[in-house]
Nanobody, 121 residues
Framework: QVQLVESGGGLVQAGGSLRLSCAAS????????MGWYRQAPGKERESVAA???????NYADSVKDRFTIFRDVAKNTVYLQMNNLKPEDTAVYYC???????????????WGQGTQVTVSS
């Protein structure tokens, strides 16, 4: 089991910055992948950024060079630094944890409660 608690959303003007935090209930090194997704009204949830337990990162094309995912292992927390925000970044942002259970050959997905990010033009 993994509980995820997000924080850091809010309202910001275009060009501004926000940092989202996702605190996990267990060591993030025991979690295969942690990531951020977002869902805008009327749209499907989409992947924004992810970081593996080994430290590899990947980003959606729409946020490359603007967003950075990083972690603090001691705090079991993953962050999403969002710079040069655009109105199209407005969405509810969700933290995600993927845990692969070797003994049962299953994959478990855990989600945070979501945090609203609103970017005004």
């Amino acid at each position: 089991q993994v509980q995820l608690v997000e924080s850091g959303g809010g309202l910001v003007q275009a060009g501004g910055s926000l940092r989202l935090s996702c605190a996990a209930s267990r060591s993030i090194l025991s979690i295969n992948t942690m990531g951020w997704y977002r869902q805008a009204p009327g749209k499907e949830r989409e992947s924004v950024a992810a970081i593996t337990s080994g430290g590899s990162r990947n980003y959606a094309d729409s946020v490359k060079d603007r967003f950075t995912i990083f972690r603090d292992v001691a705090k079991n927390t993953v962050y999403l630094q969002m710079n040069n925000l655009k109105p199209e970044d407005t969405a509810v942002y969700y933290c995600n944890a993927v845990v692969r259970v070797v003994t049962t050959m299953t994959t478990m997905n855990y989600w945070g409660q979501g945090t609203q990010v609103t970017v005004s033009s």
